[in-house]
């Protein structure tokens, strides 16, 4: 991908994301009607998932080997635990929706959209880009498919957190553009809890913002979260609470 083509592709990728930012307020305003905005949404978010993953694609990690910011110090610090845990969910989604004919690694390859989500929580952690992949592809066929825009959105983080060879830039432009399918998931559905639990941890341990962090994990817990998560945000429920009690109590 040549430098103009890249510019081109992270113009595109601002202007849809803007687009569908715009599109909520009009349609809080009353500016839109439900058609137009069902069929602009569709449109939006679906060349939205593809400019990001064009341009995921044109970053694969280069051969040479940059030192760590200390950005990516903090927050590959934590990446383990939260990849074991997302693993762990993914096991436990598979486990509870087996389709006709499926076999224990839930791939069918029908190409349907459940096949496409079996395949991509089978692959989970494992092979991230190949998730990404097939989460970008459900993506195509339903814009609003709040599983895969969470963990389309949650894998770009892990991604990005995982990546010591893209520029700082890229990283935290990869980082921010799950931040944004994350915030679309609970858009798309508001009680589905896994979009809410992922923005919680994601506030809180890698962006510190405790504040932000709480109204999301407050409302991973009370939407009934796979027990992996919620186990996770349970415990970081408390250190939230103290950092906003701390940040209250000092300001004057």
Not at 73 to 79: P, R, Y
Not at 129 to 142: F, G, H, I, K, R
Not at 216 to 222: F, I, K, M, P
Request: glycine share 6%; with cysteine.
């Amino acid at each position: 991908m040549t430098p103009d083509e890249r510019s081109a592709l992270e113009e595109e990728r601002a202007f849809l994301l803007s687009s569908l930012a715009d599109l909520e307020r009009e349609r809080a305003a009353g500016d839109v009607d439900d058609a137009d905005y069902a069929s602009l949404k569709d449109s939006y978010t679906a060349r939205a998932a593809d400019a990001i993953r064009r341009l995921r694609e044109a970053d694969a990690p280069k051969k040479s080997v940059r030192a760590s910011s200390p950005w990516r110090v903090v927050i590959g610090s934590l990446v383990v635990l939260v990849v074991a845990i997302t693993a762990g969910v993914l096991v436990a989604r598979n486990a509870g929706e087996r389709l006709p004919g499926q076999t224990m690694t839930g791939s069918i390859g029908d190409g349907s959209v459940s096949s496409l989500l079996v395949q991509a929580r089978s692959v989970g952690m494992q092979e991230i880009p190949t998730a990404l992949d097939l989460y970008s592809q459900v993506l195509a066929v339903e814009p609003d498919n709040v599983e895969a825009l969470s963990y389309f959105g949650w894998l770009t983080i892990i991604s990005a957190t995982q990546d010591t060879e893209s520029s700082d830039e890229q990283v935290r432009d990869r980082f921010q553009s799950g931040l944004v399918l994350l915030r679309q998931a609970t858009i798309a559905d508001p009680e589905y809890p896994d979009a809410h639990c992922f923005l919680g941890i994601a506030f809180f341990r890698f962006l510190q913002d405790a504040e932000a962090a709480k109204g999301e994990v407050d409302q991973c817990l009370s939407s009934n979260p796979p027990a992996e998560v919620a186990a996770l945000v349970e415990n970081l429920s408390g250190d939230i609470d103290a950092a906003v009690a701390s940040t209250t109590t000092s300001q004057p």
